[in-house]
């Protein structure tokens, strides 16, 4: 075989076994990046809650009808609170 013979049928075989391989390996990448900053979101909005004085009941209800969870709807969702102080210190 010709070396650019063999060039094409390692190009061929990358092309069928190895694109798809890293396809795969970036979706679980990403999928799992996403997942993280879900997270990071759903605790960012719980110590903004815990700082406007929401009880526990009311991040309970308030989290589980944001995910879908929740068997009323949104109807006992309570108005939000005025800010009694920051979640985060200003000077981080």
């Known amino acids: 075989?010709?070396?650019?013979e063999m060039v094409v049928a390692l190009a061929g075989i990358f092309g069928?076994?190895?694109l798809p391989f890293l396809a795969c390996i970036l979706w679980l990448v990403l999928h799992y990046i996403y997942a993280a900053f879900k997270t990071w979101q759903e605790t960012r909005l719980k110590r903004d809650m815990i700082a406007r004085g929401y009880t526990v009941q009311e991040i309970v209800e308030i989290?589980?009808?944001r995910r879908g969870k929740s068997k009323s709807g949104t109807s006992n969702v309570p108005p939000a609170k005025p800010i009694k102080?920051?979640?985060y210190a200003a000077n981080t």
Do not use: D
């Open 1 to 4: 075989m010709r070396e650019e």
């Open 63 to 65: 989290v589980s009808a």
């Open 85 to 87: 102080y920051p979640a």
């Open 16 to 18: 069928v076994f190895g």
